[in-house]
């Protein structure tokens, strides 16, 4: 089954002449926004995927792949298809002081 997630990536402690090469892989393995900062570098994005440590496991090969080397990788990861929410009706004549 797929499941949507949203992935925060920090790059850090890596070789700073493989910055695109690190930036062009973790690309590759999902959708992520302009990445941000120097070191650590930073990456945003949402995917789908139904195998998702499978999935954050490759990412970090091909990222590590792309520095030639060990660097540190975090990952933050947010599960989408069932967050808490709220409803909120709103009373337009009570918002708006036409009550």
């Known amino acids: 089954m797929s ?8 790059v850090s402690k890596y070789n700073p002449e493989k910055r695109s090469a690190i930036i062009a892989a973790a690309n590759e393995n999902w959708d992520f926004t302009e990445p941000s900062g120097n070191d650590p570098l930073y990456f945003s994005g ?7 440590e499978g999935r954050i496991n490759e990412l970090a090969v091909a990222i590590w792949k792309a520095n030639g080397a060990k660097c540190k990788i975090d990952m933050q990861s947010l599960y989408l298809d069932d967050l ?16």
């Open 3 to 10: 499941a949507s997630y949203k992935l925060n990536v920090q």
């Open 46 to 52: 949402e995917g789908i995927t139904g195998n998702f």
């Open 84 to 99: 808490p929410y709220d409803d909120h009706v709103l009373d337009y004549d009570r918002i708006m002081g036409k009550q």
